[in-house]
Structures are given as C-alpha cells and as structure tokens.
C-alpha cells in the first residue's frame, strides 16, 4: 500500500489547565510520564474520551500520588475541589480522582 492510499488521521491534543473549581476532566487515562516543571519534576498525564480527543494535563505532589496506582487503561473523572495548603505558606490544587468501575 501506498502512503496515497493510506488514510491518515491527524491526532491533536489539548492541554487542559485547571482554571476554576469544578473545572473536570473525564476520560481513559492513555499515557503516564514526568516532566521538569521549575525545580522539581510533576506527572504529565494524557486521557482520551470516548470521541478520541485527547487532553494532556500536569500533575501535583497530590494528585501524582494519587495517580501513581492508576494503570494506563482505566476511566477516570479527576475534578478540581479547591486547594490545601502545602506547610510552607504555599498552595496546590486538590483534585478528587473518581476510578469507573
């Protein structure tokens, strides 16, 4: 076959930033990673939803936590429920991760 006889499939992502409380992501979780992010390293997830599209989103000392028992291939809804504070006058997310079952 061909390359002009294959049909291809453009595969986008959107990265999604929690920007207020209840903000939610639900899908399957595809891909489990790290990345730098200022001085420390943070989970850097990807899950796609039942149309296909796929939402790339960073983790915290939280939800990485959460996530690490997680294996690829599972539905979850991860929802922002407000922020806890980290013991150095300092802030993060707190995030409800809800597994299908």
């Not at 899908?27 to 939803?49: C, H, M």
């Given at each position: 076959?061909t390359t002009s006889e294959k049909k291809w499939t453009t595969v986008e992502t959107d990265f999604f930033k ?84």
């Amino acid at each position: 076959m061909t390359t002009s006889e294959k049909k291809w499939t453009t595969v986008e992502t959107d990265f999604f930033k929690f920007d207020k409380i209840g903000a939610t992501i639900t899908g399957t979780l595809i891909e489990k990673s790290t990345q730098p992010f200022g001085e420390t390293i943070v989970g850097r997830y990807k899950v796609a939803d039942g149309d296909g599209a796929i939402t790339t989103f960073l983790g915290n000392v939280a939800l990485d936590d959460k996530l690490e028992s997680v294996p690829e291939g599972t539905e979850i809804r991860l929802t922002w429920i407000g922020e806890i504070s980290t013991g150095n006058n300092r802030k993060m997310k707190d995030m409800k991760l809800e597994i299908a079952s």
